[in-house]
């Protein structure tokens, strides 16, 4: 095996295909690869592979490896020698990675759609597109052509908690000097995610603000080894590896914070009666200790449309459907807790559906 060889065919991207040249098709790539893999260095790259060989090492027809083969004799990617009489034929590998197209690939013109009994056709927004990336031809055209199709493809959408803690991120970076803002991307909101169904939205969010107060994990102190160290979104919250499921672990019991852990639930706190104003039948000072411990902004999402009532000692959350019940007792069980006083238990349900009248 030549690692020189190989490395070479699997950079090659082009082959010429008649009076144009093309991308470099599966199988094509294929048998390079398989024959660049028997390739000799002291040899001068010689392989010495039947088509019956490269059929079974490239996984396709015996008819595909010789147009393969056919298309990287002519392309200059390989050459095969003349064999003696009784001998086996050798090939000779020297990927050509000079090999680029002499004119930009012309794209399809696609057919103008014809109207449907005289009602014209009205086209597709443009951000409900998504344009089929061309072959580039140069560097500077493959970096235009991805930062069009970044600009294309709509960013993904998220749950208001999930945002949250987004921007609790990018606010704590800027006072901590951290990385940020981070890039809001689809594998870091489901990161996210999966952390506010295990510990909570307000857990989650301490556990950020904890990160800004950690002398390790902004670079302040040195670790174990003696050196320094600065955090980022990823390294907290991304769970790749065993260890990254250990970080946020580690985080929420103190080990990053001077043994100083994250709590569970926030203390309760005192009412704000100015700010969030109690509703008609409500007990007195709930809804303002609710908006005190989740914020403003997941108390509107969640809380706005649920009403609030004691019975017996309960503090009883009425969500408007099932579903909202069901988020609002997952994601901020124990900030109602925390909200409600050690003298109350808390009960979450759903409006009844009201009977629809047939008549």
């Known amino acids: 095996m030549s690692n020189t060889h190989l490395n070479a065919a699997t950079r090659v991207r082009w082959i010429r295909d008649g009076d144009t040249v093309r991308a470099i098709r599966c199988t094509e790539k294929a048998v390079l690869i398989a024959l660049a893999n028997d390739a000799r260095d002291y040899d001068e790259g010689r392989a010495r ?3 019956h060989n490269l059929q079974d090492r490239a996984s396709c027809s015996l008819r595909a490896v010789r147009y393969a083969f056919a298309r990287l004799v002519e392309s200059g990617h390989i050459t095969r020698e003349a064999a003696a009489s009784g001998a086996a034929a050798t090939t000779i590998v020297h990927p050509n990675l000079a090999l680029f197209p002499t004119r930009p690939v012309q794209r399809k013109q696609a057919q103008p759609v014809q109207p449907l009994h005289g009602v014209p056709v009205q086209p597709l927004h443009g951000s409900f597109l998504r344009e089929v990336r061309t072959k580039e031809t140069h560097p500077a055209g493959a970096r235009a052509n991805r930062e069009n199709l970044r600009e294309q493809v709509p960013r993904p959408m998220f749950a208001p908690d999930v945002v949250a803690v987004f921007d609790r991120w990018d606010r704590m970076a800027a ?3 951290l990385p940020g803002p981070v890039q809001r991307t689809a594998a870091r909101g489901r990161a996210i995610d999966l952390r506010l169904g295990e510990e909570g939205c307000w857990r989650v969010l301490a556990a950020v603000d904890a990160v800004g107060r950690s002398d ?4 302040k102190r040195a670790g174990r080894q003696g050196d320094f160290f600065r955090t980022n979104f990823d390294w907290i919250f991304l769970q790749r590896t065993e260890a990254g499921i250990a970080r946020f672990t580690q985080l929420l019991e103190g080990n990053f914070t001077g043994g100083e852990p994250v709590p569970r639930a926030p203390e309760p706190a005192a009412p704000v009666a100015a700010a969030t104003p109690d509703r ?6 709930v809804r303002a200790r609710i908006t005190a411990v989740v914020g403003p902004g997941m108390a ?3 809380f706005d449309e649920c009403r609030l009532s004691r019975d017996d ?3 009883i959350v009425t969500a408007r459907s099932a579903f909202v019940a069901e988020q609002v007792t997952q994601r901020f069980g124990a900030a109602l807790t925390a909200a409600a006083g050690p003298d109350w238990r808390v009960a979450v349900g759903a409006r009844p559906r009201e009977p629809v009248d047939s008549g």
Not at 216 to 219: A, K, N, P, S
């Open 280 to 285: 008609p039948g409500e007990p007195p000072g």
């Open 300 to 302: 509107r999402a969640w």
């Open 49 to 51: 592979l039947t088509p």
């Open 216 to 219: 390790f994990l902004r670079g």
């Open 175 to 177: 006072q901590a000097g």
């Open 313 to 315: 000692g309960a503090l």
